[in-house]
């Protein structure tokens, strides 16, 4: 069956714009969290939702946001772009939750923030 | 903050060689992850290690938990170029359901 796909794959933006990145999970899971990956901090946590709710959360301020579907298929919005949100964002998905058991990760989207 | 550190940072060996890469957590955990990344692309999962395990294999790859020292080790044995790549362990905390990812070892295979 097909992988997660995470659209768009690369995005230049420029500071104070937002940016919608979307995530479409491996069909059945339900569950799907949200990464941040940048050479400074390494992989953070961003959220996680699982059937339409947001379970968890990581340490982020409120311009980072997202949302899920009932299809699954996930959004995260980061508004007011700042240059450090510049990074690889990165979702996964599964059918339970990112604590039980093995993550499936898309692609990554790109980010540049200029 | 990063639950996990790995050791070393970075490791470079020849094919055919034995690659050993440790990963230090800070809490009580669920389970323990450990995840591939090639050249800033998306990871992939290698093997999770539940905390009443002491050792898992999956082909080259063998990984050891150790929860008193809270620690756990990859070791990929006859390592190839193609394994070049970063290598992430992740750790479940108890009693969380989040993942949260080490700092990764850099891996490099010569020919």
């Known amino acids: 069956k097909a992988g997660v796909t995470q659209t768009p794959r690369y995005l230049i933006k420029t500071r104070g714009q937002q940016v919608t990145l979307s995530c479409s999970p491996i069909?059945?899971?339900?569950?799907v969290s949200w990464y941040q990956q940048t050479p400074g901090q390494g992989l953070q946590f961003l959220f996680e939702y699982f059937s339409e709710t947001q379970r968890n959360k990581g340490n982020f301020p409120g311009r980072f946001s997202g949302r899920q579907f009932s299809n699954s298929r996930s959004e995260m919005n980061v508004s007011t772009l700042e240059l450090g949100d510049s990074a690889l964002y990165l979702c996964a998905s599964s059918f339970g939750g990112p604590a039980e058991e093995t993550q499936y990760f898309g692609p990554g989207t790109r980010l540049l923030v200029l | 903050s990063q639950q996990g550190e790995e050791d070393p940072q970075a490791l470079s060996i020849q094919e055919g060689e034995n690659a050993t890469m440790n990963c230090s957590y800070k809490?009580?955990?669920?389970?323990l992850q450990w995840y591939r990344q090639n050249s800033g692309r998306g990871l992939v999962h290698l093997i999770l290690i539940r905390s009443n395990e002491r050792e898992k294999h999956s082909g080259r790859l063998r990984v050891t938990l150790d929860t008193s020292k809270k620690s756990s080790s990859l070791l990929i044995t006859a390592s190839r170029a193609a394994d070049t790549a970063s290598y992430f362990c992740?750790?479940?905390?108890?009693?969380?359901?989040?993942?949260?990812f080490g700092t990764g070892t850099r891996l490099q295979v010569f020919p």
């Open positions: 992740a750790t479940a905390p108890y009693n969380t359901d989040k993942l949260i």
């Open positions: 809490t009580s955990i669920n389970n």
């Open positions: 069909s059945g899971h339900r569950s």
